[in-house]
C-alpha cells in the first residue's frame, strides 16, 4: 500500500518523473499535435512512459494531461472531450502506479493572459475550467494534484482556490517558473510567490520548466527559507535547448544534472524529477545519487539548396560586402562580441566600443535576444557604436522573432544607417525566454535568411521586385564544428555558402588541434572563418557552459586543470593563460578571431586585444 503523501515527504526526499511531452518526441511523436489526445489515441504509448519512469525509480507519475482543459481543448476542436482526456489519463497513470507509486493529476495553465481584463474572460470562467479538468482527475484516481509551469501567480492561487474547494484534504504541488535569478517573466520573487501559494494552501510549492539547472538552482536558493514551513519542490529542464535539423534537443546529461539536484535537496527540496528534455536515464541517475530504494514494482520553402541550381541572376560575383573589405591586410582581423544590456542604459556598451576601437578590434558583434531573453534592440545600438567609434558592427539576425516581411524591413533598415555586416541565424527557441507569451515565428531558417540578404546585395527583394539599389552586406553566418561527427555541419556550410554567405562565426573552440583541423576541413568554400574564442572565468563558469549551454564542448583536461586551483581568482588567473595560449597556437593559420565576452564583461577580450596587437598580429 502507499504511504501517506505528507508522511512520506516528512520522512525522506520523493522521486518524480521526468519529462512526457520531449520524451513522447523523441519516440516518433509530432508535437504539432495535442499530446493529451495520446490518452485516447494511443493509450499503450502513454502506459509505457508511465511504466519506463517507474522502472527508472520514480516514486511518483504524472497523468499526461498537462494541457488538457477546456480553453486548449478549444484550438484542437476537442473541448467537449475534456472529461474524458482527463479521466482516461489518470486511469492509465493509477494502472501504471500500482499500489506502491503516488499519481499526481497534472493541470497546466489555461492559456488565458492575466492579469484578467474587465469585460473579457472572467475568474469563474478559468475556475470552472480548473474544476472541471480536476473532478475528471480525482475520478480517475489521482491521489494529488501538480499545478506546473505557471507564469502567472494570479493564476496559480485560482487553481489552488478551486482545487481545496472540491476537496479540501487533497494534497497540492504548486510550482511556477523562474527563469532569471529565482524571478518570474514579470519580474515577481519566487520566496514571495512561493509564500502566497503555501498560504493559499499548497502542500508543496516548487518550480520547474525554466532556463536549465543553474537558473533552477537560484530560484531554490530564493525559496529555501520557507522549508521548515512547507515542502519544496524543484523539476529542472535537462539545459537549454537547441534545434538541431529541426529537432528540438536538450544536451545536459544526467550525471551532471544529478549533482545539481543534489545541491538542490541540500537546500531543502523534498520532492524532486525533470522536466523539458529529461527522460527515464535522467531520473535513474538522480536516485542512484540520492540513494533513493527502487521500487519492485511549417516550414516555408526557402529555394534553391544547391550551387548548381542557382539562377544566372545569383551566379554573377557582387563583392564580399563592405565589413569584410574593410578588413587590414596586415593583421589578423579580431570581432568582438560586446552584446545588448537586458535593459536601457547603453553607456557601458558604447564605453567598451570605444575602447574596443582604439584597441585595434575590427568589428563589434552584437547578438539578437540570445537564449530568447530580452535585451536592447541591436539595431538602434549598431547605429550608436558605429556613428560614435567608426568601428564596424556585424548585426546578428534572427529568424525567430520576425516573419518574411519584417526580417526585409530589418535588413532595409541595416542598410539606411549604414550598417556592412549581417550575421544571419536561426535564432534560439522560444521556450527559453524570460518573457511571458512569447512564440517564434521561423518563417525562414538561417538558409533562408542568408539568401534574402544575397538577394539585397543584387538589388532585389524576396519576391524579386527590384530595390533601386543594391545593399553592400557582408554575409555571416554561424557554425558549430563538432570533430567527432563534422560532415553534417560541414555541408550546412557549404549551402550557406552556396546562398551567398561571405564569413563564418565559429561556436566557441578550446584546443589547437580542433581549430587546425576546422580549417582544413573547410579550407574549400571561399570563406572567412572566425574561430570563436570564449575566455574562461572560473571553474564553475567551464562547468556551466560544458553542461548546459547548447553547442559548447569544453575538453575534460581544462575543466579538471581549473578545479586544481582553490580560489576563484586563482582559476580564473589559469583560465585566461591558456586563452592567451590557445590565440597564440591558432594565429599562425587562423582567419580571424572572434572574441567572445564572458557575461558580457568586455573588459576581458579588451586586454586580449591590446596584448595581441601589441605583439603585432
Known sequence: MKDNFVEHLNEKVMLGDGAFGTYLFEKGVNLAKNTDLLNISDPDLVYSIHEEYIRAGSELIETNTFGANRFKMLKVGREQRVREINLKGAELACRAAGHEIFVAGSIGPTGVNFPLESGEIESGTVQEAFAEQMTALLEGGVDLFILETFTYLDELLLAIETAKRILPEIPIVAQMVYPFHGRTAIGLDALDCGRAAAAAGATVVGTNCGRGVKAMLSAVERLSPLKDAVFLSAFPNAGLPEIVEHRMVYSTPPVYMAEKVAEMVRLGVRLIGGCCGTTPAHIHEFRKHLHIKRHKATRVVTGV???????????????????????????????????????????????????????????????????????????????????????????????????????????????????????????????STDQPGVSGVFDVRSFGLVQMIDQFNRGLNMAGASMKKRTDFSIGVAFSYHPANPDLQISRLE?????????????????????????????????????????????????????????????????????????????RKAALDLTRKLIADITPFADGLYLISPLNKWEIPLTLVQELRASGH
Open 305 to 431: 539548396e544547391k550551387s548548381s541550381d542557382l539562377p544566372e541572376d545569383r551566379k554573377d560575383p557582387i563583392g564580399r560586402g563592405g565589413m569584410i573589405e574593410s578588413l587590414r591586410s596586415d593583421r589578423i582581423p579580431v570581432l568582438v562580441e560586446v552584446d545588448p544590456p537586458r535593459h536601457l542604459d547603453i553607456e557601458g556598451v558604447l564605453a567598451g566600443a570605444r575602447a574596443l576601437a582604439e584597441a585595434g578590434a575590427d568589428a563589434i558583434t552584437l547578438a539578437e535576444h540570445p537564449l530568447a531573453i530580452l535585451r536592447a534592440d541591436n539595431l538602434s545600438l549598431a547605429h550608436r557604436i558605429r556613428e560614435e567609434t567608426g568601428i564596424q558592427t556585424v548585426l546578428h539576425l534572427t529568424c525567430r522573432d520576425r516573419n518574411i516581411l519584417g526580417l526585409q524591413t530589418q535588413i532595409m533598415g541595416a542598410h539606411v544607417l549604414g550598417l556592412e555586416a549581417i550575421l544571419a541565424v536561426t535564432g534560439d527557441p522560444a521556450t
Open 495 to 571: 549551402r550557406k555558402a552556396d546562398l551567398g554567405a561571405h564569413f563564418v562565426m565559429t561556436q566557441p573552440i578550446f584546443d589547437r588541434d580542433t581549430v587546425e583541423t576546422m580549417m582544413e576541413r573547410t579550407q574549400h568554400l571561399d570563406l572567412l572563418v572566425f574561430t570563436g574564442i570564449f575566455p574562461l572565468i572560473s571553474a564553475r563558469n567551464a562547468d556551466f557552459l560544458h553542461n548546459e549551454i547548447p553547442g559548447i564542448s569544453i575538453p575534460r583536461e581544462i575543466r579538471e586543470h581549473l578545479w586544481k586551483y582553490e580560489k576563484v581568482e586563482d582559476q
